[in-house]
């Protein structure tokens, strides 16, 4: 059910959003944006279409596993698990905003994409996005209550819980990317179009503008920028706390819960990583921009699935018995 509604709100909330585009298109002279791409040397393109591929097609199965695995199995219908679906939901949408156009584009001279395209596009990245932080952050607060205060976890993080930290990510997702396009969408665009990157994205947007955007700029690097930076400070810090309260255990469940705990830092590293360096750094570098959009957009949605399954006992096996049952049930029909 709440796949069903996670789905049904990734598709409603834009279709809202496009009913808008075509007045705002009415106030700029540019229709379409054209993206230099990543590189010009055919070995490069050779080497990044194969590299894109791959792992688009891997993180789109690895993704889409752990979802079918945690809703199917029912020993999985914890808490946790429950974030950890959502986050791999997220995952997909991650993996599919930006990837395939580029993957598409890459041996093209004329790579466009069109005013309304470029919103759209931008309001996916950001919505996604902020879905992501609050699901880190939920996360987080479900191991803090599972390691320092396990008697009452399943009172604290009940099903309405759950809810109601989903119904805050989509909220909040939806809030940070209608705001800063609310300021942007009506800017005037004469010339040039051409935008160093192989996807939409405010800050290089902004500046294609026909006025003066320091302000604009600015609010971008407010919303986005110190919003990861503080939302990445206070998963570090919540992070060293539950690392200490860990190391004054020394049962076996505490190595459990440090392997856990190691699996969601180093998610949570690979996802603010290159968002507090692209919004953040005073003067962006072109080439370091588009790996780091290539890394995020590409790498970080297959290592989540990757991550979490290999340090996660639990998910290896109710992925074989998931596999044993796909097989038995193969061999009767």
């Known amino acids: 059910k709440f796949l069903f509604l996670l789905t049904f709100c990734s598709f409603s909330l834009p279709t809202f959003f496009l009913q808008i585009i075509p007045h705002i298109t009415n106030h700029t002279v540019v229709s379409e944006f054209v993206f230099l791409g990543l590189s010009n040397s055919w070995y490069i393109q050779l080497f ?26 029912p020993h999985l219908h914890s808490p946790m698990y429950f974030l950890l679906a959502n986050l791999s939901f997220i995952d997909l949408g991650v993996s599919s905003v930006t990837s395939p156009k580029m993957i598409f584009d890459i041996f093209k001279k004329h790579k466009v994409i069109s005013f309304s395209g470029c919103i759209t596009q931008m309001f996916f990245i950001h919505l996604i996005g902020g879905v992501e932080m609050v699901l880190l952050i939920a996360m987080a607060f479900d191991r803090y209550v ?31 990317s209608v705001v800063q396009l609310a300021f942007v969408v009506n800017l005037p665009f004469c010339g040039p179009n051409e935008l160093d990157s192989f996807y939409c994205d405010l800050p290089r947007f902004i500046k294609l503008a026909c006025t003066d955007t320091y302000r604009l700029e600015f609010m971008v690097t407010a919303n986005s920028g110190f919003i990861s930076l503080g939302s990445f400070c206070i998963l570090f810090i919540s992070y060293i706390f539950i690392l200490v309260t860990v190391q004054k255990h020394s049962s076996g469940s505490s190595s459990k819960a440090l392997s856990t705990l190691s699996a969601h830092i180093t998610v949570v590293i690979l996802f603010f990583g290159p968002l507090i360096f692209v919004y953040t750094w005073p003067h962006p570098t072109s080439h370091l921009d588009k790996f780091l959009a290539i890394f995020d957009a590409v790498l970080t949605p297959f290592m989540n699935p990757v991550i979490y399954t290999f340090r996660n006992k639990e998910m290896k096996v109710a992925m074989k018995r998931l596999c044993l049952q796909i097989g038995n049930f193969r061999k009767i029909s």
């Not at 791959?54 to 199965?61: P, T």
């Not at 320092?148 to 993080?157: A, E, G, S, V």
């Open 48 to 73: 990044l279409f194969v590299f894109s591929s791959i792992f688009y097609v891997a993180s789109m199965l690895g993704n889409s596993l752990i979802i079918l695995t945690v809703t199917s199995d």
């Open 146 to 176: 599972a390691i320092c205060k396990p008697l009452h976890y399943l009172t604290i993080m009940s099903p309405r819980m759950c809810a109601m930290f989903l119904g805050a990510a989509w909220t909040i997702g939806f809030i940070h």
